[in-house]
Structures are given as structure tokens and as C-alpha cells.
């Protein structure tokens, strides 16, 4: 797979958008030591600060629309097992594709549309410090090296994750969903939890039931009714 690294971008899910559009081989990898406007989900800004972080995009082509929830979940939980492997703790998931470490966010993944395919972007804290943090992201967000005292070597973690991610995606849409969707439901903090959804700037309370089929966050209202949402957060759970 050819892996580009820059110095600097705006944002690496910007070339990996270009790149598809120009017909480049499907899993090239775009790659930065910093982004000046890092994007998260949901309109957001992803801190993008050099030397600490693993920030990176990639493109799949030829995937309909409608099977990029599951493509993104599948993303979390390749991530989630390079990690574990080669950090050795424990990680949690966060529908639709957070990953956490001791209940703090340590991975985003941003999935994306583009022509005929999709743009992959996944950020990684590896090893920013508790103080070089946002103010607003201190409480909630961490990094590899907070959370464990370790600094691995970001092409080490990069190559990892792309190993992680192959075979799964090669299952996608249908072999191996069924596996992955089990193993994400092990995986996911919130299940079976009360939370509280935002979603299209409505609240909605309930029970978690983790992603169904399609990659839809299941819930149980109040009253017992059974509810999926497509997008959104999940911001408290307990
Ligand atoms: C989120 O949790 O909101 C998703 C964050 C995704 C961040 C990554 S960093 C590499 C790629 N380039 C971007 O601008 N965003 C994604």
C-alpha cells in the first residue's frame, strides 16, 4: 500500500478526498505530523498538534453509502485490536466509532463520503500530556503515553492498524459483519447503560443496545419502545 506523509495539512482527509477522485488505488494512505484544521465529527475540529498524535486518511473505493456505518464500526474495532496488541491494555468502544482508554477518548474516526467511495480518517493522542490539551477536551480526552506510561512509534502503530484493518474490511459488507458486530458489542462501554443521545439537536434518554445490522445505535426509551438512531453522540452513560 503506498503510504504519502506530509509535514503539514490542513487536514489529511482533504488529499485522501482528492486522491479518490483522481482514480488513486484503493487503501492509500495519507499521513501528518499536523494538521492546521483537523476535522472531527459532527462539525467539530480535531487538535492536531506536531510530533504527538497519529493523524491519517485513507480511501476505499467503490462503497455504497449505505454500508459506511459499518464500514466506520469495522475501522474502530480493527484500531481498537492494534492497540490492545501492541499497547497491551484494554480499550473500550464508543458507538459509532470512539475509542476509549480508562473512559477517556483516545481515538476518533471520521468516515466520510466521497466519489464512488469513502475517505477513512482516523486521530490517535499518542502522546501529548495532560496539559498541552485543550482546556475543553482536559476532562475528556487522553493519550497513550498518560494512560500507560508508554510512547510507541508512530509508523510501528500505523503499520499495525493497517494490518488490523485489511481483513476486515476484506469482509465487508457481509462475510465477516456478523463476527465484527459481536465483538464490538463486547467491546462497547455503553452497553446496556442509561445514556443520553444527542441526535439532529434532540436528547433522547434511555437504554444502549449497541449497533444493529445496519450500524444503527439501538436504544430503549422510557416506556419501552425500541428506537435506532443514524447519527449522533452519546454524551453521558452510567
Ligand atoms: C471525531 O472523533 O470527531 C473524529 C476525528 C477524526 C480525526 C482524524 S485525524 C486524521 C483525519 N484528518 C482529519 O481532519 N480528521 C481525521
Redesign the pocket.
Known sequence: KRILFFKELP???DIAHRLLRYGELSGTVVWADR?S??????G?S?F?PPHRGL???FLLKDIPEEDLPRYGLATALGVARALESLVGVPVHLKWPN?ILLQGRKLV???VEAGAGGAVI???INVSHRRQELPEEIRKKATSILEATGLKPSRARLLRHILEALEPLYEGLPHERWSEILTEWRQRDITYGARVILVSGGRRHKGVALGPDEEGFLVFKEPLGKLRRLHSGEILLWE
Open positions: 487536514s489529511t482527509q494538521q484544521s483537523g476535522r472531527g465529527r459532527l467539530r480535531w492536531s493523524y491519517f486518511s470512539d476518533g474516526i471520521l480518517g482516523i486521530g
